[in-house]
T-cell receptor, first 116, second 114 residues
């Protein structure tokens, strides 16, 4: 049981390049999330998904797109990377809401992205 | 709007000392959930505890204890007899009922010196 995994672990991009971050979970969770973490700040929600084929915007969605084609995978895309997107990206997953302790979010190890 | 404040940016203690990490939150909701996560130097986020707003009982888990006081909107975290392995950044977070997103504080970096 690997939990939540993320690939890649680290990436350097040039301004304007595109890339996709992959998140996978093997806990059969319905909900998945993408957060970013910037220095001196807590995590902020970018996008989330409440199930296969559905996505929704979070707090800071601009410049990102997401897709959830399979229940276990949640992809985060940067179409045209900007230096402001230099950050550490965390994926998380949980069971649906209203299930008590089962709706706790569990996080992946993070992807460090540097945009030059 | 909701907000989580961790006023202590960094705390340094010597091993075996007790240390308390403060968390103060703001929300208009009457029902909500509070969390603590640990981020060790390796970078991953480790879930520590979840607390419902209607359950004000304090909780103890080994050397860890949590004090939830609704009257002061605080959810403080105490480590007893700290160890070097406790060195990490600790985040407090809040989730509103019916909402998906966690609102995180800015984190407290704890350094435990041998």
């Amino acid at each position: 049981n690997a939990g939540v995994t993320q690939t890649p672990k680290f990436r350097v991009l040039k301004t304007g390049q595109s890339m996709t971050l992959l998140c996978a979970q093997d806990m059969n969770h319905e909900y998945m999330y993408w957060y970013r973490q910037d220095p001196g700040m807590g995590l902020r929600l970018i996008h989330y998904s409440v199930g296969e084929g559905t996505t929704a915007k979070g707090e800071v969605p601009d410049g990102y797109n997401v897709s959830r084609l399979k229940k276990q995978n949640f992809l985060l895309g940067l179409e045209s990377a900007a230096p402001s997107q230099t950050s550490v990206y965390f994926c998380a997953s949980s069971y649906s809401l209203y299930q008590g302790a089962r709706e706790t979010q569990y996080f992946g190890p993070g992807t460090r992205l540097l945009v030059l | 709007a909701q907000k989580v404040t961790q006023a202590q940016t960094e705390i340094s203690v010597v091993e075996k000392e007790d240390v308390t990490l403060d968390c103060v939150y703001e929300t208009r909701d009457t029902t909500y959930y509070l969390f603590w996560y640990k981020q060790p130097p390796s970078g991953e986020l480790v879930f520590l505890i979840r607390r419902n707003s209607f359950d004000e009982q304090n909780e103890i888990s080994g050397r860890y204890s949590w004090n939830f006081q609704k009257s002061t909107s605080s959810f403080n975290f105490t480590i007893t007899a700290s160890q070097v392995v406790d060195s990490a950044v600790y985040f407090c977070a809040l989730r509103r009922t019916g909402r998906r997103a966690l609102t995180f504080g800015s984190g407290t970096r704890l350094q435990v010196q041998p």
